[in-house]
């Protein structure tokens, strides 16, 4: 058995300063380097990944998006009390720009620098929504406004929930079909 002799404190420190002035300054770590991946070939919960579209949270629903806002914003998966208040955002009729704009907004992604384009001038127009008196009268003239693409969404998930609903039933009926071929099968066996 091979014992290393011991090292002084003062020793190990010295080797770790050595070894710390040799190491790049920190702007230079940071830079690009020719051939790196960059975050559009990232996946959108990647940890390493700063810089989203708000189209990359706007197709995503629920519980699903709730984790994926977490994740990129946050850099970690929601805490119990954030998934429910944010669930109950949501069910209330809350925007996601609203609880995306305010996950940003908190010191702990400020942090991360983490930045999704066109969700700043989204954000504050929801906030010019929510003042007293003439947020309502705001809110009014930007769905008149919408009326259009609100329609578009509204006969999408129409025929989205329908496709839903007609593979629920057709997967009842097969269940019901395969119940039935056995107890037919189960019939024509012989007695004993």
Known sequence: MNVDPPVSLDTLQQQIRAEAAALPPPDEVAAPVAGT?????????????LHYA???????????????????????????A???????RLAAGDSKIAILGDLCA???????????AGLAARHRFWRLTRL??????IERLALFWNLPEIAREQRRLGQALAQQQTAAELGDLAAEVARLREELAR??????
Not at 56 to 80: G, Q
Not at 82 to 88: I, N, P
Not at 132 to 137: A, D, K
Not at 187 to 192: D, L, T
């Open 37 to 49: 991946v960059t975050d559009a070939a990232l996946s959108p919960d990647h940890p390493q990944r």
């Open 54 to 80: 708000l189209d990359d949270f706007m197709h995503v629903h629920n519980d699903e998006f709730v984790e994926l806002a977490y994740r990129c914003v946050l850099k970690r998966a929601p805490d119990a």
């Open 82 to 88: 954030g998934h429910l208040h944010a669930l109950q």
């Open 106 to 116: 908190s010191p702990e992604a400020r942090g991360y620098g983490v930045t999704i």
């Open 132 to 137: 007293p008196l003439v947020g309502g009268l």
């Open 187 to 192: 019939s024509r066996e012989p007695r004993r």
